[in-house]
């Protein structure tokens, strides 16, 4: 009697869609990559490391509730639109060899909805070039000890990721290149505004509101060296107190 309550489950060959359905995939997580090579599978995660950066970026905020890491999370959104915007002005179709490499079973059509259809510049290689500059920030006050290895590995990631677009065919070199450049533009720009206007002028007025500074503990870490090693000193500090 309960089982004729469940609607029945239909199988494989009655699954289907509408006529009219178009199939999109989410273009900033779909990646396609040669089945059974290795290199081909590394280049594939690489494209993935933008989206690991935004995650960890967000919980970083989240623990510290540092405005600089809010202000780099607000620039990362800029830095999309500002791309948006210029892949639809330049509207610069991808290679012509990724539908064929990648789709060679799905019909054009289909395929091409697969795909993000603008190019030009790339997304992922404007992210990652916009992310090494504006980490600059964090290194204001901070000991320069690591400094140099950090930007240096960074870049070299940076390069990894914009390299991947190109060897996965999903842009040219000629976009990759853009994306880059336009990263670099952006994200010194977007630094200097952090430097210059953000924190001079935006943090005191928002430090004036008993909300964002009392209750949702939001600071600057403008005086700060090194905030692991001031989270650690309060913490020792706080137990002695209490004991």
């Known amino acids: 009697m309960a089982s004729s309550l469940i609607p029945a489950i239909p199988s494989s060959e009655e699954v289907y869609l509408a006529p009219d359905a178009i199939i999109k995939a989410f273009s900033f997580t779909f990646v396609v990559y040669e089945k059974g090579n290795a290199l081909s599978f ?17 919980v970083v905020f989240f623990v510290n509730r540092e405005y600089q890491s ?3 999370i607000l620039g990362v959104l800029v830095n ?9 002005h330049f509207a610069q179709d991808r290679p012509p060899n990724l539908l064929v490499a990648k789709f060679r079973n799905v019909d054009p059509t289909t395929a091409t909805e697969l795909v993000e259809h603008f190019g030009m510049p790339s997304s992922h290689s404007q992210f990652m070039f916009f992310f090494v500059c504006t980490v600059l920030c964090w290194f204001k006050v901070r000991s320069r000890q690591w400094k140099n290895v950090t930007l240096l590995g960074l870049f070299g990631l940076a390069s990894l990721v914009a390299y991947s677009r190109v060897a996965l065919h999903y842009h040219t070199v000629y976009q990759v290149l853009a994306g880059s450049f336009v990263g670099l533009v952006t994200g010194n720009l977007w630094r200097l505004f952090i430097a210059r206007v953000l924190e001079p002028k935006l943090i005191p007025f928002l430090d004036s509101f008993s909300f964002l500074k009392d209750f949702l503990c939001l600071h600057s870490n403008e005086n700060i060296e090194s905030t692991v090693e001031f989270q650690a000193l309060s913490a020792r500090s706080l137990g002695k107190k209490i004991k």
Do not use: G, R
Request: hydrophobic share 70%.
């Open 42 to 58: 590394i280049f594939a995660l690489c494209a993935l490391i933008p989206i690991f950066i935004v995650v960890a970026m967000a």
């Open 70 to 72: 809010l202000f780099i």
């Open 80 to 88: 999309e639109t500002v791309n948006d915007f210029l892949k639809h």
